[in-house]
Each structure stands twice: as C-alpha cells, then as structure tokens.
C-alpha cells in the first residue's frame, strides 16, 4: 500500500491556473494508477482524472476535459494536476487516490487516498 500527500490547493480567481501534486511514498516499488476526485460542499465525491502506471493513458471527466491535465513522475513517485481555465464549480477538496488497477481509481475504489487539498474559486 502507498501513502499519498496532497498538496498545492488555495484560492484563485475564476479563469486562472493552480497546480495539484500527490506524493507516494511506502510501497512505490509496486505499479499503480493514480487519479484524482473531488468533493464540493454538500455534494458526493467525484472522479477528475486518472493515468495509469506508465503515464501513457490519461482518463478525465467530462467537466473538465480540455482544461485540466495530469501528468506523472515516476521518479518522483508524484502525480500532478493542472487545473487552467478554473471556475467556481471547479470549488472543493480535492483527493488523491491509488490502486493497482486504473478501473478502481476511476470508479473511487482505490485503496489508498489522501487527506486531501482545498480548492476555491473566486468569481
């Protein structure tokens, strides 16, 4: 199992740019996907993004497809998230997660996640 440490969260204004990393640590010797979601206040968490262990196979949202990236660093053992073009229902915590299999980040079945990062967006 990893542990993951998110991190790079705070308040922005609507249109602009923030970046999101998650760090691993523990068993990061072990291939996982990684991802992220989000929860806004009152609602459920949902999925964001997702890429597979190599960093080849980025998933995203529909909601923010075009607007945000992730990327990985494997030597890094960090996922990044790129968030451009933020609006205010892009506002919440935001999550790390990971697991072996990509289907179960995507679907909020990892087994590791984070403590998450506060995002607000300031219109």
């Known amino acids: 199992q990893v542990q993951l440490v998110e991190s790079g969260g705070g308040l922005v204004q609507a249109g602009g740019p923030l970046r999101l990393s998650c760090a691993a640590s523990?068993?990061?010797?072990?291939?996982?996907?990684m991802g992220w979601f989000r929860q806004a206040p009152g609602k459920e968490r949902e999925f964001v993004a997702a890429?597979?262990?190599?960093?080849?196979?980025?998933h995203y949202d529909d909601s923010v497809k075009g607007r945000f990236n992730i990327s990985r660093d494997s030597a890094k053992n960090t996922v990044y998230l790129q968030m451009n073009s933020l609006k205010s229902e892009d506002t919440g915590i935001y999550y790390c997660?990971?697991?072996?299999?990509?289907?179960?980040?995507?679907?909020?079945?990892?087994?590791?996640w984070g403590q998450g990062t506060q995002v607000t967006v300031s219109s």
């Open positions: 997660a990971a697991d072996g299999a990509i289907d179960l980040v995507m679907t909020g079945l990892a087994y590791s």
């Open positions: 523990g068993r990061t010797s072990d291939t996982y996907a």
């Open positions: 890429i597979n262990w190599s960093g080849s196979i980025p």
